[in-house]
T-cell receptor, first 113, second 115 residues
């Protein structure tokens, strides 16, 4: 089945700097890659997603890139703000897992004012 | 729609007791996921239903865990007997298979503490 790895597990950045979180997946047939943000004590919520027919997608300060050949995808947050502090999960879906969404272990991001 | 609704929000029980967690899907959604979240293991997929049918239960840790979906909008996750190591936050999430977006919408979670 699908296996998703995520790095780093923790990340601290100064406010205004950029943050990058990287993920790899194992099932080459996976075709949908969402990113979820989980604030302390709250539920995970989708912030951006990308499909395998697209190499990059941007939404304001957030961007995601996908390298299908290498089975890598990354989340980029620019001009970080304290409210960006949260745990971020990448996930992979589709392929042999069909609609099953498999999450990476998460990255705890701290933005220092 | 009120979104995915889970109950109870918090559950404290003694070891050996039966625990039942409940989940109401978003109206019209046809896929249901149960996840368990702990600091050590992150978000683990326990079981996945599509159109009320369990598709993959390979993540269910032991026979003590069972899940049902008696109708298209409701699911239960039962632990019998419960053990302290079952303490975690349990999330259910629903999505619409076949739609343009397969976003999984999460419920608020049930924080289970087994003492």
């Amino acid at each position: 089945g699908e296996n998703v790895e995520q790095h780093p597990s923790t990340l601290s950045v100064q406010e205004g700097d950029s943050a990058v979180i990287k993920c790899t997946y194992s099932d080459s047939a996976s075709n949908y890659f969402p990113w979820y943000k989980q604030e302390l004590g709250k539920r995970p919520q989708l912030i951006i997603d990308i499909r395998s027919n697209v190499g990059e997608k941007k939404d304001q300060r957030i961007a995601v890139t996908l390298n299908k050949t290498a089975k890598h995808f990354s989340l980029h947050i620019t001009e970080t703000q304290p409210e960006d502090s949260a745990v971020y999960f990448c996930a992979a879906s589709g392929g042999t897992s069909y609609d099953k969404v498999i999450f990476g272990p998460g990255t705890s991001l701290s933005v220092i004012p | 729609d009120a979104g995915v609704i889970q109950s109870p929000r918090h559950e404290v029980t003694e070891m050996g007791q039966e625990v039942t967690l409940r989940c109401k899907l978003i109206s019209g959604h046809n896929s249901l996921f149960w996840y368990r979240q702990t600091m050590m293991r992150g978000l683990e997929l326990l079981i996945y239903f599509n159109n009320n049918v369990p598709i993959d239960d390979s993540g269910m840790p032991e026979d003590r865990f069972s899940a049902k979906m008696p109708n298209a909008s409701f699911s239960t996750l039962k632990i019998q007997p419960s053990e302290p190591r079952d303490s975690a936050v349990y999330f259910c999430a629903s999505s619409l298979l076949g739609s343009a977006s397969t976003e999984a919408f999460f419920g608020q979670g049930t924080r289970l503490t087994v003492v």
